[in-house]
């Protein structure tokens, strides 16, 4: 099979440009997934994110999570768990409005260096968009424009950690899903593997890389591009030893942007037969989402088509 594809940002800057342009769009097409190096985040930023978040999990989550296991009898059972996961998690808002001072047990530092890098991850996403509008053949600014609605997007970073499973065959760190929202920025430990994609029928491990930033598309850009580009099966595998640390941070549309396939990708001839994909509200996407994780993405977007008729253009940014 071929290597997970590595994309290193600064050939963007060369004689190098197409080709590099060429990988970004194969993985587009055909993983779903890419990994970044060189992507303009200092390393030493990226290594206090790392020290601070490991050591705020083993201060004030750690024993939380060990409680949590042993209430729910975890480490004892005997067959396939398929309503849980095997991880510890918190939730950052960035945007529109951020609840970083509001989230109780952070140090100030932490949140100070957490305010920081997610500042730098938003305008990685946003020259992430115009490189996929690019490679679309879209015009610059749209996939920014079309996540928009009338307050901005939403962005967000879940902030995981897997602790050593003595039975991972058994619980999942995180079931199999894709991803609801828009692009996906993940920071992961490079020590400590177990996410992995579904390509072609088989699952394939997102290489640890010290340093370097995972990215993957979510639903919402499978249904601007018309399908072109697809929303990926992924997972994580629980580890045996080893805590494995994981912040995925979300670029994802405004709560009431309207999400449609871009009328350039749909052939203007064969309107009606070739646009497959439904016309929404994101946030309606996001209530039905929210039941319906972890399963298949399809009945999702026929659910959506069936609300479809009541869905007018919506709020267009004019900013």
Same mark, same amino acid.
């Given at each position: 099979m071929e290597s997970f594809p590595v994309i290193n940002m600064e050939k963007l800057n060369g004689g190098e440009r197409r080709a590099t342009m060429e990988t970004i769009k194969d993985a587009?097409?055909?993983w779903g997934f890419f990994e970044l190096v060189n992507h303009g985040i200092s390393h030493e930023l990226l290594d206090t994110v790392e020290r601070m978040t490991k050591e705020h999990y083993k201060i004030c989550m750690e024993q939380r999570f060990k409680e949590m296991v042993a209430s729910k009898a975890l480490e004892g059972v005997q067959a396939e768990v398929t309503d849980i996961d095997w991880e510890s998690t918190?939730?950052?808002?960035?945007?529109?409005?951020?609840?970083?001072?509001e989230v109780p047990d952070l140090k100030d530092e932490y949140r100070k260096?957490?305010? =920081?890098?997610?500042?730098?991850?938003?305008?990685?996403? =946003? =020259?992430?968009?115009d490189l996929l509008c690019e490679n679309l053949g879209l015009e610059k600014g749209y996939l920014k424009k079309a996540f928009y609605g009338s307050k901005g997007p939403n962005f967000g970073t879940k902030v995981s950690n897997y602790p050593?499973?003595?039975?991972?065959?058994?619980?999942?760190?995180?079931?199999?899903?894709?991803?609801?929202?828009?692009?996906?920025?993940?920071?992961?430990?490079?020590?400590?593997?177990?996410?992995?994609?579904?390509?072609?029928g088989e699952w394939v491990d997102v290489p640890p890389m010290r340093h370097s930033i995972v990215i993957n598309l979510g639903d919402q850009l499978e249904v601007i591009t018309n399908g072109k580009y697809k929303s990926v099966l992924h997972r994580v595998i629980a580890q045996t030893d080893g805590n494995r640390m994981s912040l995925a941070s979300f670029y994802n549309p405004g709560s009431d942007a309207v999400i449609y396939p871009a009328p350039a990708l749909v052939k203007k001839e064969a309107a009606e037969k070739e646009q497959v994909y439904p016309k929404f509200v994101f946030d309606d996407y996001m209530k039905l989402y929210a039941g319906l994780k972890f399963q298949a993405k399809e009945p999702r977007f026929e659910a959506m088509?069936?609300?479809?008729?009541?869905?007018?253009?919506?709020?267009?940014?004019t900013a």
């Open positions: 587009c097409e055909n918190f939730f950052l808002r960035h945007l529109p409005v951020s609840n970083i001072s260096i957490m305010k =920081e890098f997610a500042g730098k991850l938003e305008k990685l996403a =946003e =020259e992430l968009l050593p499973c003595p039975n991972p065959d058994l619980i999942k760190g995180l079931r199999a899903h894709t991803d609801a929202g828009g692009i996906i920025l993940l920071f992961q430990d490079d020590k400590v593997s177990g996410l992995q994609l579904l390509k072609d088509k069936a609300v479809e008729a009541n869905v007018s253009l919506g709020p267009i940014a």
